[in-house]
């Protein structure tokens, strides 16, 4: 059951189904406003807890979700304290962005019973909602500005996609699939020596299907997993453009496809936290459970003389969250040994700016892919 907002507006009682792709939970009660309303205003209702919901134009809208982002990028920013560990520091910038994230989320926006935005000069966001929620229910509802904005620009990134010249054309990322953007992962796959013989490779966690395709132009036959179904469709309608659907079966399972490959590839979520919102499932790992589980698994999907290929950066070790040590253990505890290792350096923007929070770990941050063979 969706839980149902009820308020009073213009003299009547006004219900409409609550959305909340973070899980949030429905507000108890909300103020409507509008264009008078000043963003200084907004900002210390947001932050006493009060729900807003926008009923003024959408363009201002848009500019005061800027506006208050703007103020709670300023009230919620790290302060520097040399005394703190990495995994403290981590934790406390996961703290502040978890409160910053909750109170942009208070700024909220109606939808009609077919996505339609009531609100003056507001664009056709219909298409959008429907590739990030499905058909509508014929319910009116209420969202947060903030996910709906997430929303459109997600729809924008599915139509242009992101260009991966490992694969030969553009990965198109729905809404709650993380976008291939960071390209040194993907490079290494398309560079690492293949196992000798190898025609058959099974793709654990595939997400957007970047990492089959890549395997797919490399000549293989790939079996790519996922447990979410918008990541299984998103990686189907991917091999489709670029013409691989021939080349990869898209199946769901938690982890391994039955039967064994001689190559088995994973790209897990790089860091041992608690995700906030179904899209950070790609980025945080719960007590490294998708690792573990990879590891302990490998040795039973491998074919004689075959290889896992684990794509990891090593920002968890920066960040005190998980030693070097630690994973060589899991390693070796599931009967495995490193037959080699390929290294790159981030790309990104923010492993070169100093303000980010986490620019030491950043800054000393490696992603590897580790060639992991059944020990002797």
């Not at 909340?20 to 963003?39: H, K």
């Not at 490193?338 to 030491?360: C, E, F, M, Q, S």
Request: with cysteine.
């Amino acid at each position: 059951m969706h839980a149902i907002l009820e308020w009073p507006e213009n003299g009547q009682t006004r219900r409409a189904r609550w959305r909340s792709e973070a899980g949030l939970a429905a507000p108890s009660t909300l103020d409507v406003v509008d264009d008078r309303l000043s963003a200084d205003a907004a900002f210390a209702a947001l932050a006493e807890g009060h729900a807003l919901l926008w009923r003024g134009d959408w363009m201002n809208g848009r500019q005061l979700m800027q506006a208050l982002t703007r103020r709670a990028d300023r009230h919620f920013a790290a302060r520097t304290d040399d005394r703190i560990t990495p995994a403290d520091s981590f934790a406390s910038h996961r703290e502040r962005q978890g409160k910053r994230a909750a109170l942009l989320a208070r700024l909220l926006v109606p939808l009609g019973p077919d996505y339609k935005l009531p609100l003056r000069r507001a664009q056709d966001v219909r298409p959008a909602c429907r590739e990030a929620w499905g058909k509508p229910d014929g319910s009116n509802s209420v969202v947060a500005l903030r996910e709906l904005l997430a929303v459109i620009s997600a729809h924008e990134w599915r139509k242009k996609g992101v260009p991966v010249a490992a694969v030969g054309g553009r990965i198109h990322p729905h809404y709650g699939v993380f976008s291939p953007v960071r390209g040194e992962y993907v490079d290494l796959v398309a560079q690492a020596p293949l196992p000798a013989g190898c025609d058959l490779a099974f793709d654990i966690g595939t997400g957007s299907g970047v990492l089959a395709a890549v395997l797919a132009r490399r000549g293989l036959a790939v079996v790519a997993t996922d447990m979410a179904p918008r990541a299984l469709a998103c990686a189907a309608e991917n091999a489709e453009h670029l013409g691989l659907s021939d080349k990869i079966r898209i199946v769901e399972a938690d982890l391994f496809p039955e039967g064994r490959a001689p190559l088995v590839v994973c790209n897990p979520p790089w860091l041992p936290a608690q995700p906030s919102s179904p899209v950070e499932y790609a980025v945080y790992d719960p007590d490294s459970r998708m690792l573990r589980g990879f590891l302990d698994g490998l040795a039973a999907h491998l074919l004689p003389g075959g290889e896992g290929w684990l794509i990891l950066s090593d920002i968890a070790e920066h960040l005190g969250l998980r030693s070097r040590q630690q994973l060589l253990g899991w390693i070796a505890a599931a009967g495995l040994r490193v037959a080699g290792r390929l290294d790159t350096r981030p790309r990104h923007g923010k492993a070169t700016d100093p303000g980010d929070p986490l620019h030491a770990a950043r800054a000393a941050e490696v992603t590897s892919l580790w060639r992991l063979s059944v020990g002797c």
